[in-house]
């Protein structure tokens, strides 16, 4: 009874409250439920892109640049996948261009885009062995501008964008003032990195400083001629046979697939020209997240959200996979990727005693003063301020 009685007295008081404020307190759970409409939850963490564009002066004096330009790609690469914003790591793209060489067109200033950004690895890899070195006339602000216009920079200013330009001559020379050039790309919000290759004040001396200044960029000097220096490692032969194995993961399709996993190996011979250990630093890339290939290879393309293999045409498909079912191709993609994603675990394991390793050996020598170094010590610095962490 007494329940009861408790019971219709808060009805009551609920009733008359409703009564005289029931306007007000409808108007506050209608506010309270506009304003949850209207908050948007909290955004995920979106994805950055580092993209880095490679200006190299292919003139007569400049094959000790390129040299290490081949030698060291692999190195940079690897460095550039360990980058992270709030745990989530970056697309990655690089360009390629030459300039200063007498075999590229005067009207065009000496000039070539060799390769568009692109995550293609292999592509950049293979383009870069291609170059070769003649005499010519080395025009930095002209060749810093069409890197500006040409290529696909994000506007935002959220991405990390680079610009590395190498050589050994004036900064200043050509039609295009280099401040004009500059001021350009940090409009695109684009750094420039100069890095001469010869004395530290003889590159001052050139404006080679005054030109990474305006955008507040790094200038370096290298020593061009200095032959990279690997370290063999206990572990450089059982990556080696990884590498081997990895590549037999790739299923080719379409007109570009055949013609790819042929350059993919071919790669690895360029790597490997410089010695087993900068092949093992190749494979190492391999096994990152950075090396993608869904252009040419089912296991990669799989990855994509709109992939369907009963759509990928039978004549496209190697040979081993036209008369499956669709069942059978996608147990085969699957067992694939398994396969991959083994090995590449395998190599990065490997490749954390290899680097202890290395560091250990190389605790009595001087810092080198080359390519690599110079780019990898501006990327660091640079990734900084984007919130990319290494």
Same mark, same amino acid.
């Given at each position: 009874m007494r329940k009861k009685n408790i019971f219709l007295l808060t009805t009551f008081w609920f009733a008359f409250a409703c009564s005289l404020y029931g306007n007000n307190i409808l108007s506050l759970f209608k506010k309270k439920s506009t304003e949850?409409?209207?908050?948007?939850?909290?955004?995920?963490?979106?994805?950055?892109?580092?993209?880095?564009?490679?200006?190299l002066d292919t003139s007569n004096s400049m094959d000790g640049l390129i040299d290490q330009a081949k030698s060291q790609l692999w190195t940079i690469v690897n460095?550039?996948?360990?980058?992270?914003?709030?745990?989530?790591?970056?697309?990655?793209?690089?360009?390629?261009?030459?300039?200063?060489?007498?075999?590229?067109?005067? !009207?065009?200033g000496y000039i070539k885009m060799v390769t568009p950004l692109? %995550?293609?690895? %292999?592509?950049?890899?293979?383009?870069?062995?291609?170059?070769? =070195?003649?005499?010519?006339s080395e025009f930095c602000g002209h060749v810093i501008q069409t890197a500006c216009n040409q290529l696909d920079w994000s506007p935002d200013g959220n991405d990390l964008q680079v610009i590395f330009i190498a050589g050994n001559e004036p900064f200043n020379q050509g039609g295009v003032p280099y401040q004009k050039a500059c001021a350009l790309a940090s409009s695109r919000n684009v750094i420039v990195n100069t890095i001469y290759c010869g004395p530290y004040q003889e590159g001052i001396n050139g404006l080679w400083k005054s030109g990474a200044d305006i955008t507040k960029g790094n200038y370096m000097s290298i020593e061009q001629d200095r032959k990279t220096v690997y370290i063999p490692s206990p572990y450089d032969d059982k990556i080696s046979d990884l590498n081997t194995q990895l590549n037999t993961t790739y299923i080719e399709y379409g007109n570009l697939g055949k013609?790819?996993?042929?350059?993919?190996?071919?790669?690895?011979?360029?790597a490997e020209k410089y010695g087993k250990e900068n092949k093992v630093n190749r494979a190492v890339s391999k096994s990152s997240y950075v090396y993608k290939n869904k252009s040419w290879d089912l296991v990669d393309a799989s990855d994509e959200k709109d992939f369907k293999v009963e759509e990928v045409q039978t004549s496209d498909l190697p040979q081993e996979m036209q008369? !499956? =079912?669709?069942?059978?191709?996608?147990?085969?993609?699957? =067992?694939?990727?398994? %396969?991959?994603?083994?090995?590449?675990?395998?190599?990065?394991?490997?490749?954390?005693?290899?680097?202890?390793?290395?560091?250990?050996?190389?605790?009595?020598?001087?810092?080198e003063? =080359?390519?690599?170094?110079? !780019?990898?010590e501006a990327i660091k610095k640079q990734a900084a301020q984007k919130n990319l962490t290494f």
């Open positions: 949850e409409a209207l908050t948007p939850p909290n955004p995920s963490p979106q994805q950055k892109k580092i993209k880095v564009a490679l200006l460095e550039l996948a360990q980058a992270k914003c709030d745990g989530i790591k970056p697309t990655i793209q690089i360009a390629l261009y030459e300039y200063g060489n007498d075999r590229l067109s005067a !009207m065009e692109t %995550d293609d690895l %292999d592509k950049i890899s293979e383009d870069l062995f291609k170059l070769t =070195t003649n005499g010519g013609e790819k996993k042929i350059k993919q190996v071919e790669q690895d011979a360029n008369s !499956m =079912t669709i069942a059978q191709k996608q147990k085969y993609i699957e =067992t694939k990727k398994a %396969d991959r994603e083994k090995i590449k675990t395998e190599i990065q394991q490997l490749n954390v005693q290899r680097e202890k390793y290395i560091v250990e050996q190389k605790k009595s020598e001087a810092p003063n =080359t390519l690599d170094k110079a !780019m990898i």
